[in-house]
Nanobody, 125 residues
Framework: QVQLVESGGGLVQAGGSLRLSCAAS????????MGWFRQAPGKEREFVAA????????YYTDSVKGRFTISRDNAKNTVYLQMNSLKPEDTAVYYC??????????????????WGQGTQVTVSS
């Protein structure tokens, strides 16, 4: 079992930055596919960014490319999401997720086995 705990959310003005952290426990996540998803009110959960199982390749949804960066610190068993140039449309609850069940990575939430509780990000205009 993997337990994931997100932190770092908050209220920020448009153009500002936040760094989300996802601390894992129970298992070493260095070979897990690690993803960040978000869910805005009334909308489905959507893919934001992910590491492949190799931990080398990264993937982003088009709307965050060039603004968000996913990174990891294997020594701390933690994954991060650096979010710059935030926009009001980035407002959502952000979730960290993990799985061993896929080879590359997936944008589909259903492929991920472990989820954190989420952290709220609110971007004011």
């Amino acid at each position: 079992q993997v337990q994931l705990v997100e932190s770092g959310g908050g209220l920020v003005q448009a153009g500002g930055s936040l760094r989300l952290s996802c601390a894992a426990s129970g298992r070493t996540i260095s070979h897990y596919v690690m993803g960040w998803f978000r869910q805005a009110p009334g909308k489905e959960r959507e893919f934001v960014a992910a590491f492949s199982r190799s931990g080398i390749n990264t993937y982003y949804t088009d709307s965050v490319k060039g603004r968000f960066t996913i990174s990891r610190d294997n020594a701390k068993n933690t994954v991060y999401l650096q979010m710059n140039s935030l926009k009001p449309e980035d407002t959502a609850v952000y979730y960290c997720a993990a799985t061993l069940g896929i080879i590359g990575f997936s944008r589909e939430p259903g492929w991920y086995d472990y989820w954190g509780q989420g952290t709220q990000v609110t971007v004011s205009s």
